[in-house]
């Protein structure tokens, strides 16, 4: 793979419950495990930020490949919702519920944008055959 682009971070503290930064700065949060793990809630959370990256990421590939085929992305958005639990294997595991909008485009076209923007994503790709990823497309 040619890099284009990396990112890195920092996280310190006690995992999930310490600080994350950015080497930039740009991102700078307190972590917290959530309440339903124990947690104070406090900061935010791993899945929070994989939510927000992924939501972002599989938008942009969205935005792309509906650019593409000539489709109207005017007020689209893509929700991600990431769960976390106990795996066969006793740890833990995740799994993606992706929620695509696409008001401009018939439901048939957005179900298939919506696919072939899950071949195009790379948090997609990186999560292939890794973690259940549901798709869904709804109507606005």
């Given at each position: 793979m040619k890099t284009l682009y990396t990112a890195e971070a920092l996280a310190t503290g006690d995992g999930r419950n310490g600080h994350a930064?950015?080497?930039d700065g740009k991102v700078d949060v307190n972590l917290a495990a959530p309440k339903e793990m124990g947690g104070s809630g406090e900061?935010?959370?791993p899945e929070q930020l994989f939510a927000a990256g992924y939501a972002a990421c599989f938008h942009s590939a969205l935005?792309?490949?509906a650019k593409q085929d000539g489709a109207d992305v005017t007020d689209s958005a893509v929700g991600a919702r990431v769960s976390i639990g106990p795996n066969d294997a006793g740890g833990f595991g995740l799994a993606v519920a992706l929620e695509v909008t696409l008001p401009h485009?018939?439901?048939d076209k957005a179900l298939e944008l919506t696919e072939k923007?899950?071949?195009v994503c790379p948090y997609s790709?990186?999560?292939?055959?890794n973690i259940d990823?549901?798709?869904s497309v709804t109507e606005d």
């Open positions: 930064r950015t080497d900061g935010t959370n935005r792309l490949v485009v018939d439901h923007a899950h071949q790709n990186a999560t292939h055959g990823v549901a798709l």
